[in-house]
C-alpha cells in the first residue's frame, strides 16, 4: 500500500483524515480504523529484544527514521499514542510530537526540559489561570524566575530578557481577552539575539497553540521552537477526554520521552483512541463550521445596543485584524480567525459590569438550549464562562483588571450548532436583562 502522509499533492485537511497508511509503530494495514491498543506491558521475546528495546528508548536521534519500535511498557510508548503523535506534529508542520495526560502536564513537561535553578522565564501577563499558577506558586520554589510582561510591546519583551532568560512563552489569541500576540515579530527579535549566545543559552519560544488549534495558526511556520496544546480542547473537539501534547524539533524529542517516562504523565490509551479517530480528523470540519457561526455571533453581539465590546478576531473592528489576518491563516491560507470570543457588557461601574455579566451568564445557565454554562472550549457545544470568576480566579481580582480582564467579561467557544439557534438564546438573555 502507498503511503500517501507524505504526499504534499494532497492537503493537509485530507491527510489528516488518513494518517499513514502504514505506520511501523503498528501493523493494522487491513482495519480501516486503527485499533484500540490497551496492554500495560509488551511481551519482549528474548532478553535481547528487551534489552535492546531500553537501549533505543530516548535515543531516537542515533535511529533511523522509519525504525520499526520495540514496546516496553505503557509509559515507554504505545501505538496509539505513537501514531497520534505523528499525526499532531504533521498538523502543526513540527518535526515530532509527545503527547501527556493534560495539557498542564505538557506545559510542566517543556518548562522541566527547558529550565533549571537560575534560569528565567518570560511570559505574556495574561495566561490561562492554572499556567499562571503554576508559574507564581511553584517555580520559585525551584528558583526558576518568572517576568510577566506585555508582550503586546516588542520593545518591553527587548528590554526584560536578560543573560538568564532561557523560555519565553505565551498563548495566542490570549485566554481570555483574545488579544494576539505578534508570533513572527517575537521569533525574529529571539533569533538575532540567539546568534551571539552559546547554544546552551539559546532562549526558547513555546506557544500555547490551544486556542487558534493547528486549523487556525501553526507557530512553528512563523519560527516558534515549541508548540503546546491542551488535546482536552479544540483537537480533541468533542469533549470526551483529556489530554496534552508537546510538538518539537527532533533534537528535543529524546529528553521529552525521558521526562515523560520519569515524571510519569502519560496520555491513556484510552483517551488517545478517539482523538486520533475521531478528534484530529474532523478538525477541519468543526472549526471551519465554527468560524462561520462565530463570524455571524461576534457580529450579532457587536451590534447589540447592551454589548460595550466583542473581542473576535474575525470582526473589523478588532483591534488586531491585520496581525489576525497575518497569523491565523487555515490549512489553505484562508483567514481562520478562531471559535472564541470575549465579550462585555455597557455598566456604569466595575461591580454593576460583574453583575451585568454574572446575571447573563445565570440567565443562560438556566435557559438556553444550546449554550451550556461549563469552562473548557472547542467542543461540538457551544460554552459560556465567566473567566473572573472561573478560568481565571488563581488570578487575583486587582491583577485581573491589570491584565485586560474586565470582571464583567463573558467568554464564548462557539460549538457546532445552528448559528441562529445560538443567537437566538443569546438575544433571549438579553432581552432578560433589559427587563431589569
Ligand atoms: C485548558 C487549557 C490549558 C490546560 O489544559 P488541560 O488539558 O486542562 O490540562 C492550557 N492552556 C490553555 C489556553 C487552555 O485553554
Not at 18 to 34: C, M
Not at 346 to 363: C, H, M, T, V
Amino acid at each position: 500500500m502507498s503511503d500517501q502522509f507524505d504526499n504534499d499533492a494532497y492537503s493537509k485537511e485530507t491527510r489528516l483524515i488518513y494518517g499513514r497508511s502504514h505506520s511501523e509503530k503498528w501493523d493494522y494495514s487491513h482495519h480501516v480504523i486503527p485499533p484500540i491498543s490497551s496492554s500495560a506491558t509488551y511481551r519482549l521475546d528474548s532478553a535481547q529484544r528487551g534489552a535492546q528495546g531500553f537501549i533505543d528508548f530516548a535515543h531516537t536521534s542515533d535511529q533511523p527514521k522509519h525504525k520499526e519500535p520495540i514496546y516496553i511498557y505503557d509509559r515507554l510508548g504505545e501505538p496509539n499514542k505513537d501514531i497520534l503523535e505523528e499525526n499532531l506534529a504533521f498538523a502543526e508542520g513540527g518535526d515530532k510530537a509527545v503527547t501527556f495526560s493534560t495539557g498542564m502536564a505538557a506545559i510542566s513537561a517543556i518548562f522541566g526540559v527547558l529550565l533549571k535553578t537560575g534560569d528565567e522565564i518570560i511570559a505574556h501577563r495574561t495566561l490561562y489561570g492554572c499556567t499562571y499558577s503554576l508559574l507564581t506558586t511553584w517555580y520559585p520554589r525551584y528558583g526558576i524566575d518568572v517576568q510577566f510582561i506585555n508582550l503586546h510591546m516588542i520593545d518591553a519583551l527587548a528590554s526584560a530578557i536578560t543573560p538568564k532568560t532561557r523560555v519565553i512563552f505565551f498563548e495566542t489569541p490570549v485566554n481570555p481577552t483574545m488579544t494576539l500576540i505578534d508570533i513572527a515579530a517575537i521569533t525574529a527579535l529571539v533569533r538575532d539575539l540567539n546568534r551571539v549566545r552559546e547554544e546552551h543559552e539559546h532562549i526558547r519560544v513555546v506557544v500555547d497553540n490551544t486556542f487558534a488549534t493547528p486549523f487556525c495558526q501553526r507557530p512553528m511556520e512563523l519560527g516558534a521552537d515549541f508548540v503546546m496544546h491542551s488535546l482536552t480542547k479544540g483537537i480533541g473537539g468533542f469533549g470526551t477526554d483529556m489530554g496534552g501534547v508537546i510538538v518539537s524539533p527532533q533534537n528535543y524529542y529524546d529528553m521529552l520521552l525521558l521526562y515523560r517516562k520519569d515524571y510519569g504523565g502519560v496520555l491513556a490509551t484510552k483517551s488517545a483512541w478517539p482523538i486520533l479517530v475521531y478528534g484530529l480528523p474532523t478538525l477541519s470540519l468543526r472549526v471551519k463550521r465554527e468560524i462561520e457561526s462565530a463570524m455571524k455571533v461576534a457580529a450579532f453581539l457587536e451590534q447589540h445596543p447592551m454589548v460595550k465590546e466583542v473581542n473576535y478576531p474575525g470582526l473589523e473592528s478588532f483591534p488586531q485584524h491585520e496581525l489576525a489576518r497575518k497569523q491565523m491563516r487555515d490549512f489553505d491560507g484562508n483567514f481562520a480567525p478562531g471559535t472564541l470570543m470575549y465579550f462585555t457588557l455597557k455598566s456604569a461601574s466595575p461591580q454593576q459590569s460583574r453583575d451585568l455579566g454574572e446575571r447573563f451568564i445565570n440567565y443562560t445557565a438556566d435557559n438556553a438550549y444550546t449554550i451550556t454554562l461549563a469552562v473548557s472550549l472547542g467542543h461540538l457545544r457551544t460554552l459560556i464562562e465567566h473567566p473572573g470568576s472561573m478560568t481565571h480566579s488563581a488570578i487575583p481580582a486587582e491583577e485581573q483588571v491589570k491584565r485586560g480582564l474586565d470582571p464583567g467579561g463573558v467568554r464564548l467557544s462557539i460549538g457546532i450548532e445552528h448559528p441562529d439557534d445560538i443567537i437566538r438564546d443569546l438575544s433571549a438573555a438579553f432581552d432578560h436583562l433589559a427587563k431589569g
